[in-house]
Every structure is written in C-alpha cells, then in structure tokens.
C-alpha cells in the first residue's frame, strides 16, 4: 500500500505480454474460494479514484462484506470556526480503533484522572491511555511475590474489583534517616484487572494519568471510549466523534481525527493488488461497480514475474487488514460543498487547532506492520507521573474490597 503518485503508478508492460479472455464478466462473479485469487484488467465506467487501475493488469486476492461508514473530517483555524472539509472518508465497522464523542463546546472528550476514579465507576473493561506502572502477584515455591508490570498506553483491561494489599516494609529513623531500620506495615488499594493474557494485575489508586470506560449498553458516562461497530449500531447518525487511538488513513487526505460520520450502508469489496509496478499498491474495488471485466486465459504470461509474486506476498501480507482500515472514497468527492460548525457551547479549555496528522501512505512487503497512534494534540502525553520506587519487600495480605459485581447490587 503506497502512495498513489503518478511515478509510482505508471506501469512497464515491457516483456509482459499478457492474453485475455475475448468475453467480458462482472465482479459480482468472483468469490472467495470460487475465482479468487485471479489477474483481470478492468475496463468501462469506473469511479475517477480507480481509473488509474483501468486497462492495466490486477489481482483480485479476496472479497469482503462490510458495513462502512462515509465520513468527513472537521478542521479548525484557532482564529475561525470548524470546518467540515476534504473527500469523504470510508471507515469500515470492524476499523481497529478507539473513538470519542465530541463534546457540544468541541473540546477534547472527558477522561478518569486516577484510578480511584475509575473504581469508583467500575467499568467492565478500561482504556488505559496513559503508561503506567502495576503489580502482578505470582506464586512461587509456595509464597506470595509481587513483579512490577508495565501496563501501556492503548491496553484494554478487564476490570475484577478492588481490593487492598498489606505489605511488609522497611522504614529508616532517625533526624538523618540513616540510624536504624525497622519493618513496618502498610495498606494500599488497587483496582484488580485482566490483561488480553488472561493476567491479572493490580492497578494502584493513586496512579495518575488518562484513562476511560469502554463503552457498553449499561453505562452511561460521557468518559467512555467506542467502537466504530458499537457506534453505528446504538447512535444515529449523523454525529460527531474524534479518532483517540487506531491507524490514520492510508492515502494522503486533510485528516484532523475528528469527524463527522454521516450514514453507514453495508457493501461487498474485493482487496486487489497492481502487479507489474516496482512497489505494487493495494486498492478496495466495490462489487457493484457496472465495469467491464477481463480475465487473464494464461497463468504463464506473467506467473514469473518478480513483481507479480511481489503481488501475491503483499496481499498475504496485508489484504485483510487494508480492508479493515480508514480509506478514501472512490469517487474523489473534492467537489463537496465545506460546511460550518458551530460549537454549542464555549469551550471550558483553552482553544488549539486541530492538527494534521501523520498518514500511513507507504506500505509493501518489505515495511513493517502499520502501527496504531494516538490523535491527541502535541499538549496531550501518555506519560505517567514518575514515582520513586517503593520499598515493598513482601506482601501479607490481600484481600477483596467489592467485586464488579457487588458494585452493582
């Protein structure tokens, strides 16, 4: 998946000679496991974003069925309003990434501070955004000991309960604190978790940081962060919601993470892939398109071809996840009207403009994995508060606050 330029798009056809099939055919014909994987070249009426594509060689790899989501993105001048601007963007329901509501003043959605505010709400599951440092408890040869745990920003947590730990620990006297020890006993609380490990972990009250609720059907807080399926299945749309975590898109586009979704409507695709470029691109063809399509009739025209099995290892590689992230629109909507928004309210934070964010525009089979981001501003940090470490030597007791459940009751 690279950048659709002109000098990376132009095809050498040079000792590639490849014969057709004389009778035309539409991608409705072609399904996984009966026709896909095959070469075709498209032809007839094709939408402006693909016809670079037509009359040239292609890979049709897989096809895929998925609700999108048509969306535009919101930009602000710090000196003007908002402004919903650029082509439309498709965003498909399984997209991996965390979204927010916008608030009606337009700032930045609400977060927990700490995890005693967390506890407090005790959420099924939570969206750590911030680095922080927690506790494992582990057994060995028969005794309770504890491992420091770096838990990342972008985690997802399954919450148990609270409970609280005594611990054994040292404590220096004296003016200088440097005459005498003693062992002394201390109680901390701790928000008990599972990691995407099945681990549990413990998360201290007073970590600071940002942190939010994943959202389900049954709680109600504005600090809760989203899924795109879990938005378009519980919201109307039209509305308004800024990207926090996940994969930009993958063509260059004004791209601020905060947009407008507007409707959602379920669509077939096939992932395809040029095949005699020096860095083939992926491309998303919808099935309904009333193009004309030509099948290859000799697999040796071009099977041989170095940039062909480039072809195929780049859509081993990629194919489903490129169907699964943030793409521009086919028809190359630059004509669209640019609409003004107008917050409802002040804003309670001071006003920054939205920044442009770095896009995924060069990926083969050669790059590594896109990597998910965080959209925040440059103001915003997943940093935790650095603490001096605790002089914790053993762990006597721990025991269970409330669980999730009882929370409830």
Same mark, same amino acid.
């Given at each position: 998946?690279?950048? *659709?330029?002109?000098?990376?798009?132009?095809?050498?056809?040079?000792?590639?000679?490849?014969?057709?099939d004389s009778e035309t055919c539409r991608l409705t014909e072609f399904e996984n496991g009966s026709g896909l994987p095959r070469?075709?070249?498209?032809?007839?009426?094709?939408?402006?974003?693909? *016809?670079?594509?037509?009359?040239?060689?292609?890979?049709?790899?897989?096809?895929? *069925?998925?609700?999108?989501?048509?969306?535009?993105?919101?930009?602000?001048?710090? *000196?003007?309003?908002?402004?919903?601007?650029?082509?439309t963007l498709l965003i498909p329901d399984d997209f991996d990434g965390w979204f927010e509501m916008v608030p009606q003043d337009f700032d930045r959605g609400a977060y927990f501070h700490n995890i005693q505010e967390v506890a407090d709400v005790m959420p099924g599951k939570i969206f750590t955004r911030t680095n922080i440092q927690a506790i494992r408890v582990v057994t060995e040869d028969g005794e309770q000991i504890f491992k420091e745990r770096k838990i990342s920003a972008g985690t997802v947590l399954r919450v148990l309960g609270s409970f609280a730990a005594k611990w054994r620990t040292t404590a220096e006297k004296g003016v200088m604190k440097n005459k005498s020890k003693e062992w002394v006993t201390m109680e901390m609380k701790y928000l008990k978790c599972v990691d995407i490990d099945e681990k549990e972990v413990l998360?201290?009250?007073?970590?600071q940081g940002k942190f939010n609720a994943v959202y389900q059907k049954d709680l109600n807080d504005s600090r809760c962060v989203f899924r795109l399926k879990d938005i378009v299945s519980n919201f109307e749309l039209p509305l308004k919601v800024c990207l926090l975590y996940g994969k930009a898109p993958t063509m260059p586009c004004i791209f601020t993470g905060m947009l407008n979704l507007k409707k959602q409507w379920k669509e077939d695709c096939i992932i395809a892939s040029t095949i005699l470029n020096k860095r083939n691109v992926l491309i998303e063809i919808p099935v309904s398109l009333q193009c004309c399509v030509y099948k290859?009739?000799?697999?040796?025209?071009?099977?041989?071809?170095?940039?062909?099995?480039?072809?195929?290892?780049?859509?081993?590689?990629?194919?489903?996840?490129?169907?699964?992230?943030?793409?521009?629109?086919?028809?190359?909507?630059?004509?669209?009207?640019?609409?003004?928004?107008?917050?409802t309210q002040k804003r309670k934070t001071r006003d920054e403009s939205l920044r442009m964010l770095d896009l995924i525009t060069n990926i083969s089979i050669t790059d590594d994995e896109p990597c998910d981001q965080f959209m925040e501003s440059?103001?915003?940090?997943?940093?935790?508060?650095?603490?001096?470490?605790?002089?914790?030597?053993?762990?006597l007791e721990l025991k269970e606050l409330q669980s999730r459940e009882s929370h409830f009751c």
């Open positions: 998946m690279a950048s *659709n330029t002109a000098e990376e798009e132009t095809v050498s056809p040079v000792g590639c000679e490849i014969e057709w070469v075709v070249k498209l032809d007839g009426d094709l939408p402006q974003g693909l *016809n670079i594509y037509k009359k040239q060689p292609i890979l049709l790899y897989a096809r895929t *069925n998925k609700t999108h989501v048509g969306a535009r993105t919101i930009y602000h001048d710090k *000196n003007g309003p908002y402004y919903e601007v650029g082509q998360l201290p009250f007073d970590a290859a009739t000799k697999e040796a025209d071009y099977c041989e071809k170095s940039t062909y099995k480039d072809a195929q290892k780049l859509c081993e590689k990629y194919a489903l996840k490129f169907a699964s992230m943030i793409k521009l629109s086919p028809e190359l909507d630059t004509n669209q009207q640019t609409i003004q928004h107008i917050p440059h103001t915003d940090s997943v940093q935790s508060i650095e603490k001096g470490p605790t002089p914790i030597k053993k762990m």
